[in-house]
């Protein structure tokens, strides 16, 4: 008898594995099989982690979504072998409490300007573009939109119902200068006066 896992299998008088035995082996079988890539999916790698960390450093975004980031990073290999090797060197010029204006004059001098782009327009449009091929990574969810959230949708989402565009757009809190003339020339309020007949 050869121990599985640490236990030794269990055989019937005949000489045949016991149900008990084939279940638990069946158990640890599935687990190798399936429950290994689920694991290793879920859990992203150290260079996915340092793409996501990159790119809030690039686009001084505190908050990304990391299956987008997962998806960007996947694609931006896929259209250049070189990435993963130039992002990593960008990785390295990172530093604490750099401005994203102070990390791409870095990597300009270190000639990776162009990955910075490539990077930074991946998750403004949603897209990776390489020579006339563009793939689609996310919609919604690309930062281009969240700059304007305040007073437009994404496009092809209904905000109000139909024609809403037609509505006044939301308060921004700015006076226009009609508004502003408006007040100045308007006469102040005549003073009320407490007068009982």
Request: glycine share 8%; charged share 15%; net charge positive.
């Amino acid at each position: 008898m050869k121990p599985v896992n640490g236990e030794e299998l269990e055989y019937s008088s005949a000489g045949s594995m016991s149900r008990r035995t084939m279940l638990k082996t069946l158990a640890i079988a599935a687990q190798l099989a399936f429950l290994s890539p689920v694991a290793a999916f879920a859990q992203p790698s150290v260079r996915e982690t340092d793409f996501l960390a990159l790119s809030k450093a690039l686009t001084g975004h505190g908050s990304m979504n990391p299956i987008v980031g997962k998806r960007l990073y996947a694609a931006l290999i896929a259209s250049d072998s070189t990435f993963a090797d130039r992002a990593a060197r960008l990785t390295g010029l990172m530093q604490a409490g750099q401005t994203p204006q102070q990390l791409l004059a870095r990597a300009s001098g270190a000639g990776l300007r162009e990955t910075v782009q490539a990077i930074v327009a991946g998750w403004y449009t949603g897209t990776v573009t390489h020579g006339n091929q563009s793939q689609l990574i996310a919609y919604d969810d690309a930062l281009m939109y969240s700059t304007v959230s305040d007073g437009l949708t994404v496009p092809t989402y209904c905000s109000n119902g139909p024609l809403w565009w037609s509505k006044a757009p939301p308060a921004a809190g700015v006076v226009t200068p009609a508004e502003a003339a408006k007040a100045r020339l308007a006469p102040a309020p005549a003073p009320v006066t407490n007068k009982q007949a």
